[in-house]
Protein backbone atom coordinates (compact mmCIF):
# COMPACT_ATOMS: atom_id res chain seq x y z
CA UNK A 1 0.00 0.00 0.00
CA UNK A 2 1.32 3.61 -0.73
CA UNK A 3 1.61 6.25 1.51
CA UNK A 4 -0.43 9.74 1.60
CA UNK A 5 2.39 11.74 0.17
CA UNK A 6 0.24 15.46 0.58
CA UNK A 7 0.33 16.97 3.70
CA UNK A 8 -2.64 18.54 5.31
CA UNK A 9 -3.42 20.49 7.97
CA UNK A 10 -5.67 19.11 10.92
CA UNK A 11 -8.88 20.42 10.80
CA UNK A 12 -10.47 20.77 14.19
CA UNK A 13 -14.43 21.98 14.41
CA UNK A 14 -15.97 22.13 17.73
CA UNK A 15 -19.55 20.96 17.79
CA UNK A 16 -22.18 21.76 20.53
CA UNK A 17 -24.32 18.69 20.45
CA UNK A 18 -27.61 17.31 22.00
CA UNK A 19 -29.32 14.35 20.84
CA UNK A 20 -32.91 12.57 22.18
CA UNK A 21 -33.09 9.12 21.31
CA UNK A 22 -35.58 8.35 18.29
CA UNK A 23 -37.89 6.24 20.81
CA UNK A 24 -37.20 6.22 24.45
CA UNK A 25 -38.74 3.11 25.32
CA UNK A 26 -36.47 1.41 22.60
CA UNK A 27 -33.64 3.14 22.57
CA UNK A 28 -31.05 3.78 25.37
CA UNK A 29 -30.24 7.38 26.13
CA UNK A 30 -26.59 8.10 24.50
CA UNK A 31 -24.56 9.15 27.67
CA UNK A 32 -20.93 10.36 25.70
CA UNK A 33 -21.04 12.75 22.88
CA UNK A 34 -18.92 13.03 20.28
CA UNK A 35 -17.38 16.82 20.50
CA UNK A 36 -14.06 17.07 18.05
CA UNK A 37 -14.00 16.07 14.71
CA UNK A 38 -10.60 15.88 13.02
CA UNK A 39 -9.87 15.57 9.46
CA UNK A 40 -6.56 14.36 8.75
CA UNK A 41 -4.23 11.76 6.31
CA UNK A 42 -2.88 8.32 7.63
CA UNK A 43 -0.04 6.07 7.00
CA UNK A 44 -1.69 3.90 4.74
CA UNK A 45 -0.42 0.03 4.84
CA UNK A 46 0.66 0.09 8.51
CA UNK A 47 -0.57 -2.85 11.12
CA UNK A 48 -3.58 -1.30 12.39
CA UNK A 49 -4.29 1.58 9.93
CA UNK A 50 -7.41 3.00 9.01
CA UNK A 51 -7.52 1.46 5.26
CA UNK A 52 -7.28 -1.90 6.91
CA UNK A 53 -10.50 -1.38 8.89
CA UNK A 54 -13.84 -3.47 7.98
CA UNK A 55 -15.72 -1.30 8.73
CA UNK A 56 -15.23 1.87 7.35
CA UNK A 57 -17.64 3.88 5.56
CA UNK A 58 -16.55 6.87 2.78
CA UNK A 59 -18.92 9.53 2.22
CA UNK A 60 -18.71 13.30 0.63
CA UNK A 61 -18.11 16.53 3.05
CA UNK A 62 -18.01 20.10 2.60
CA UNK A 63 -15.35 21.09 4.24
CA UNK A 64 -16.58 24.63 3.83
CA UNK A 65 -19.42 23.91 6.48
CA UNK A 66 -22.28 24.62 4.05
CA UNK A 67 -23.05 22.26 1.33
CA UNK A 68 -23.59 23.87 -2.06
CA UNK A 69 -23.83 21.99 -5.70
CA UNK A 70 -22.24 24.97 -7.61
CA UNK A 71 -18.74 26.03 -8.65
CA UNK A 72 -18.45 27.48 -4.99
CA UNK A 73 -18.81 24.40 -3.40
CA UNK A 74 -16.04 22.32 -2.11
CA UNK A 75 -17.13 18.64 -0.84
CA UNK A 76 -14.29 15.53 -0.68
CA UNK A 77 -14.77 12.08 -0.30
CA UNK A 78 -13.54 11.07 3.11
CA UNK A 79 -13.14 8.07 5.34
CA UNK A 80 -14.74 7.11 8.96
CA UNK A 81 -14.15 4.42 10.94
CA UNK A 82 -17.11 3.50 12.15
CA UNK A 83 -15.75 0.95 15.33
CA UNK A 84 -13.35 3.60 16.19
CA UNK A 85 -15.97 6.58 16.36
CA UNK A 86 -17.60 4.09 18.37
CA UNK A 87 -14.70 3.16 20.73
CA UNK A 88 -13.75 6.75 21.07
CA UNK A 89 -16.46 9.12 21.30
CA UNK A 90 -14.81 12.04 22.00
CA UNK A 91 -12.78 12.08 18.99
CA UNK A 92 -13.70 10.93 15.30
CA UNK A 93 -10.97 10.71 12.82
CA UNK A 94 -11.59 11.12 8.88
CA UNK A 95 -8.96 10.67 6.16
CA UNK A 96 -9.87 13.01 3.02
CA UNK A 97 -9.01 11.21 0.31
CA UNK A 98 -9.76 13.97 -2.37
CA UNK A 99 -8.48 17.39 -2.48
CA UNK A 100 -9.25 19.46 -4.93
CA UNK A 101 -11.49 23.01 -5.24
CA UNK A 102 -14.38 20.80 -6.73
CA UNK A 103 -16.95 19.12 -5.87
CA UNK A 104 -16.58 15.31 -5.05
CA UNK A 105 -19.29 13.05 -3.74
CA UNK A 106 -21.42 10.47 -3.74
CA UNK A 107 -18.69 7.36 -3.55
CA UNK A 108 -19.43 3.72 -4.54
CA UNK A 109 -16.89 0.70 -3.28
CA UNK A 110 -15.96 -1.92 -5.63
CA UNK A 111 -16.74 -5.04 -4.45
CA UNK A 112 -13.10 -6.04 -3.34
CA UNK A 113 -13.26 -2.80 -1.23
CA UNK A 114 -10.07 -1.58 -2.51
CA UNK A 115 -11.24 1.19 -4.86
CA UNK A 116 -13.65 4.21 -4.63
CA UNK A 117 -16.20 5.93 -7.60
CA UNK A 118 -17.22 8.82 -7.25
CA UNK A 119 -18.80 12.03 -9.07
CA UNK A 120 -16.74 14.93 -9.25
CA UNK A 121 -16.61 18.21 -11.14
CA UNK A 122 -12.99 18.76 -10.97
CA UNK A 123 -13.13 18.99 -14.63
CA UNK A 124 -15.96 21.83 -15.05
CA UNK A 125 -18.72 19.58 -15.50
CA UNK A 126 -20.05 16.33 -13.22
CA UNK A 127 -17.99 13.15 -14.18
CA UNK A 128 -17.66 9.83 -13.14
CA UNK A 129 -14.13 8.75 -11.39
CA UNK A 130 -12.47 5.98 -9.69
CA UNK A 131 -9.35 6.21 -7.69
CA UNK A 132 -7.54 3.73 -4.95
CA UNK A 133 -7.73 3.93 -1.14
CA UNK A 134 -4.43 6.14 -0.87
CA UNK A 135 -6.09 8.62 -3.79
CA UNK A 136 -3.53 7.58 -6.72
CA UNK A 137 -4.91 5.86 -9.71
CA UNK A 138 -7.25 8.42 -10.07
CA UNK A 139 -8.92 8.13 -13.69
CA UNK A 140 -12.25 9.70 -15.52
CA UNK A 141 -14.28 7.11 -16.80
CA UNK A 142 -16.73 9.46 -18.32
CA UNK A 143 -15.18 12.30 -19.98
CA UNK A 144 -18.08 13.51 -21.88
CA UNK A 145 -19.40 17.33 -21.72
CA UNK A 146 -22.60 16.03 -19.91
CA UNK A 147 -23.49 15.30 -16.45
CA UNK A 148 -22.90 12.18 -14.97
CA UNK A 149 -23.40 11.39 -11.31
CA UNK A 150 -24.71 8.42 -8.87
CA UNK A 151 -22.17 5.91 -9.42
CA UNK A 152 -23.08 2.16 -8.55
CA UNK A 153 -20.35 -0.70 -8.99
CA UNK A 154 -22.14 -3.77 -9.80
CA UNK A 155 -21.47 -6.66 -7.42
CA UNK A 156 -19.22 -8.45 -9.75
CA UNK A 157 -17.02 -5.38 -10.12
CA UNK A 158 -17.51 -5.46 -13.99
CA UNK A 159 -19.52 -2.65 -14.61
CA UNK A 160 -20.88 0.90 -13.13
CA UNK A 161 -23.99 1.95 -13.39
CA UNK A 162 -25.14 6.11 -13.30
CA UNK A 163 -26.81 8.49 -14.25
CA UNK A 164 -26.76 11.09 -17.65
CA UNK A 165 -28.10 14.27 -17.91
CA UNK A 166 -29.51 13.64 -21.49
CA UNK A 167 -31.14 17.44 -21.71
CA UNK A 168 -31.39 20.04 -18.34
CA UNK A 169 -34.12 18.31 -17.29
CA UNK A 170 -33.92 14.27 -17.80
CA UNK A 171 -31.21 12.34 -16.39
CA UNK A 172 -31.36 8.37 -17.60
CA UNK A 173 -30.23 5.37 -16.05
CA UNK A 174 -26.98 4.27 -18.04
CA UNK A 175 -24.59 1.36 -17.02
CA UNK A 176 -20.72 0.74 -18.79
CA UNK A 177 -17.89 -1.10 -18.27
CA UNK A 178 -15.77 -0.06 -15.27
CA UNK A 179 -12.75 0.69 -17.63
CA UNK A 180 -15.64 2.99 -18.53
CA UNK A 181 -16.21 2.02 -21.95
CA UNK A 182 -19.41 0.47 -23.66
CA UNK A 183 -21.88 3.08 -21.84
CA UNK A 184 -25.55 1.57 -22.27
CA UNK A 185 -28.68 3.69 -21.93
CA UNK A 186 -30.73 1.72 -19.58
CA UNK A 187 -34.05 4.21 -18.77
CA UNK A 188 -36.14 6.35 -21.28
CA UNK A 189 -38.38 8.69 -19.74
CA UNK A 190 -39.30 11.90 -20.07
CA UNK A 191 -37.78 13.14 -16.53
CA UNK A 192 -35.42 12.33 -14.20
CA UNK A 193 -33.82 8.67 -13.13
CA UNK A 194 -30.64 8.73 -10.49
CA UNK A 195 -29.08 6.83 -8.26
CA UNK A 196 -28.96 3.64 -9.27
CA UNK A 197 -28.44 0.24 -6.93
CA UNK A 198 -27.88 -3.26 -7.53
CA UNK A 199 -29.06 -6.14 -6.34
CA UNK A 200 -27.09 -8.48 -4.96
CA UNK A 201 -27.03 -10.75 -7.13
CA UNK A 202 -26.49 -8.22 -9.82
CA UNK A 203 -29.71 -9.62 -12.10
CA UNK A 204 -31.91 -6.28 -10.90
CA UNK A 205 -31.09 -2.30 -10.35
CA UNK A 206 -33.29 -0.26 -8.23
CA UNK A 207 -33.50 3.90 -8.65
CA UNK A 208 -35.12 7.01 -7.68
CA UNK A 209 -37.36 8.26 -10.66
CA UNK A 210 -39.57 11.55 -11.17
CA UNK A 211 -41.20 10.07 -14.11
CA UNK A 212 -44.79 10.45 -12.38
CA UNK A 213 -44.97 13.55 -10.89
CA UNK A 214 -42.92 12.73 -7.73
CA UNK A 215 -39.53 11.15 -6.69
CA UNK A 216 -40.28 6.98 -6.35
CA UNK A 217 -38.56 3.98 -5.80
CA UNK A 218 -38.48 2.04 -8.96
CA UNK A 219 -36.71 -1.46 -9.74
CA UNK A 220 -36.15 -2.63 -13.41
CA UNK A 221 -33.66 -5.78 -14.54
CA UNK A 222 -30.60 -5.32 -15.21
CA UNK A 223 -30.80 -4.65 -18.85
CA UNK A 224 -33.47 -1.47 -18.45
CA UNK A 225 -36.40 -4.14 -19.15
CA UNK A 226 -39.33 -4.72 -16.88
CA UNK A 227 -39.18 -1.53 -15.11
CA UNK A 228 -41.70 -1.07 -11.98
CA UNK A 229 -42.92 1.47 -9.66
CA UNK A 230 -42.49 -0.19 -5.81
CA UNK A 231 -43.37 3.13 -4.10
CA UNK A 232 -46.38 5.49 -4.00
CA UNK A 233 -45.87 8.58 -2.07
CA UNK A 234 -47.20 11.52 -2.71
CA UNK A 235 -44.08 13.54 -0.97
CA UNK A 236 -41.78 11.69 -2.24
CA UNK A 237 -39.17 8.59 -1.94
CA UNK A 238 -35.52 8.62 -2.66
CA UNK A 239 -32.16 7.40 -2.07
CA UNK A 240 -32.93 3.28 -2.72
CA UNK A 241 -30.37 1.08 -1.09
CA UNK A 242 -30.51 -2.67 -1.33
CA UNK A 243 -29.74 -4.72 1.54
CA UNK A 244 -26.70 -7.41 1.15
CA UNK A 245 -28.67 -10.31 1.20
CA UNK A 246 -31.43 -8.78 -1.57
CA UNK A 247 -34.77 -9.06 0.90
CA UNK A 248 -34.97 -5.80 1.58
CA UNK A 249 -34.69 -1.95 -0.15
CA UNK A 250 -34.00 0.83 2.25
CA UNK A 251 -34.72 4.59 1.52
CA UNK A 252 -35.50 7.65 2.50
CA UNK A 253 -39.53 8.72 2.62
CA UNK A 254 -40.92 12.33 2.63
CA UNK A 255 -43.57 12.90 5.00
CA UNK A 256 -46.02 15.63 6.03
CA UNK A 257 -45.92 16.21 10.03
CA UNK A 258 -48.11 19.19 11.95
CA UNK A 259 -47.47 20.78 7.61
CA UNK A 260 -43.75 20.20 7.99
CA UNK A 261 -41.84 18.23 5.48
CA UNK A 262 -39.81 15.44 7.27
CA UNK A 263 -37.51 12.35 6.28
CA UNK A 264 -37.77 8.95 7.60
CA UNK A 265 -35.81 5.66 6.56
CA UNK A 266 -38.22 3.42 5.46
CA UNK A 267 -37.29 -0.93 4.14
CA UNK A 268 -39.28 -2.13 1.98
CA UNK A 269 -39.29 -5.76 -0.13
CA UNK A 270 -38.13 -5.44 -3.63
CA UNK A 271 -41.62 -6.71 -4.99
CA UNK A 272 -43.10 -3.75 -3.18
CA UNK A 273 -44.73 -5.01 -0.36
CA UNK A 274 -43.98 -4.56 3.40
CA UNK A 275 -43.14 -1.12 3.63
CA UNK A 276 -41.57 -0.66 7.05
CA UNK A 277 -40.64 2.68 8.97
CA UNK A 278 -37.31 2.39 10.85
CA UNK A 279 -37.36 5.92 12.11
CA UNK A 280 -39.76 7.97 13.66
CA UNK A 281 -39.09 11.92 14.64
CA UNK A 282 -39.21 15.47 13.40
CA UNK A 283 -35.98 15.55 11.44
CA UNK A 284 -34.58 14.97 8.44
CA UNK A 285 -33.09 10.91 8.01
CA UNK A 286 -31.61 10.39 4.78
CA UNK A 287 -29.23 8.83 2.74
CA UNK A 288 -29.46 5.02 4.33
CA UNK A 289 -26.17 2.61 3.49
CA UNK A 290 -26.49 -0.66 5.06
CA UNK A 291 -23.64 -2.81 6.73
CA UNK A 292 -22.20 -5.94 4.57
CA UNK A 293 -23.83 -8.63 6.60
CA UNK A 294 -27.13 -6.37 7.11
CA UNK A 295 -27.64 -6.06 10.18
CA UNK A 296 -27.13 -2.56 10.79
CA UNK A 297 -27.68 0.57 8.86
CA UNK A 298 -25.71 4.31 8.83
CA UNK A 299 -27.72 7.01 7.55
CA UNK A 300 -27.29 10.82 7.91
CA UNK A 301 -30.21 12.82 10.19
CA UNK A 302 -29.99 16.43 10.90
CA UNK A 303 -32.98 15.46 13.92
CA UNK A 304 -31.50 17.85 16.70
CA UNK A 305 -30.96 20.80 14.44
CA UNK A 306 -27.14 19.44 13.61
CA UNK A 307 -26.38 17.00 10.94
CA UNK A 308 -25.04 13.60 12.14
CA UNK A 309 -23.92 9.99 10.58
CA UNK A 310 -25.97 7.84 12.97
CA UNK A 311 -25.96 3.75 13.16
CA UNK A 312 -28.87 2.01 13.99
CA UNK A 313 -30.10 -1.82 13.95
CA UNK A 314 -31.61 -2.87 11.28
CA UNK A 315 -34.61 -3.25 13.21
CA UNK A 316 -34.66 0.71 14.05
CA UNK A 317 -33.75 0.31 17.63
CA UNK A 318 -30.15 0.52 19.26
CA UNK A 319 -29.40 4.19 17.59
CA UNK A 320 -26.21 5.57 18.11
CA UNK A 321 -24.73 9.05 16.91
CA UNK A 322 -21.10 8.05 15.60
CA UNK A 323 -20.34 11.79 15.05
CA UNK A 324 -22.18 14.95 14.32
CA UNK A 325 -20.90 17.03 11.27
CA UNK A 326 -21.56 19.98 9.28
CA UNK A 327 -24.06 20.27 6.94
CA UNK A 328 -23.37 18.83 3.80
CA UNK A 329 -22.78 15.48 4.54
CA UNK A 330 -23.58 13.32 1.98
CA UNK A 331 -24.73 9.03 1.01
CA UNK A 332 -22.17 7.73 3.04
CA UNK A 333 -22.11 3.93 1.95
CA UNK A 334 -20.36 0.76 3.89
CA UNK A 335 -17.03 -0.84 2.80
CA UNK A 336 -17.61 -4.45 1.72
CA UNK A 337 -15.80 -6.51 3.87
CA UNK A 338 -14.62 -9.01 1.02
CA UNK A 339 -11.45 -6.31 1.33
CA UNK A 340 -11.18 -7.36 5.39
CA UNK A 341 -11.47 -11.48 4.83
CA UNK A 342 -8.97 -11.12 1.35
CA UNK A 343 -6.71 -9.53 3.84
CA UNK A 344 -7.00 -11.90 6.65
CA UNK A 345 -6.88 -15.02 4.32
CA UNK A 346 -4.55 -14.10 1.79
Not at 38 to 54: C, E, K, R, Y
Not at 206 to 217: K, L, P, Q, T
Not at 257 to 267: H, L, P, Q
Request: net charge negative; aromatic share 8%.
Amino acid sequence: MAYYRNKVLLIVLAILVACRPTNPTDIPPLNVRPTEIVITALPFGTAGSLIQSSDLIALGVDLDGGFSFGPEGNAEIVLLDIRAAQQNPGKAVLVNLTNHPGNDLTPSWSPDGKRLAFRSSRDGNDEIYVMNLDGSGLTNLTNNPVNEISPAWSPDGRQIAFARSVTETNNEIYVMNADGSNAVRLTDSPSLDEYPTWSPDGEQIAFMSHRDGNWEIYVMNADGSNARRLTDNPQGDNSPAWSPDGSWIAYSSDLIVAREVNSEIYVVNPDGSSSIALTDNPGGDEFPTWSPDGQQLVFVSNRDGHYGVYLMNASGSNLTLLVEVPEGWLRPVWRPHSYYREAVTG
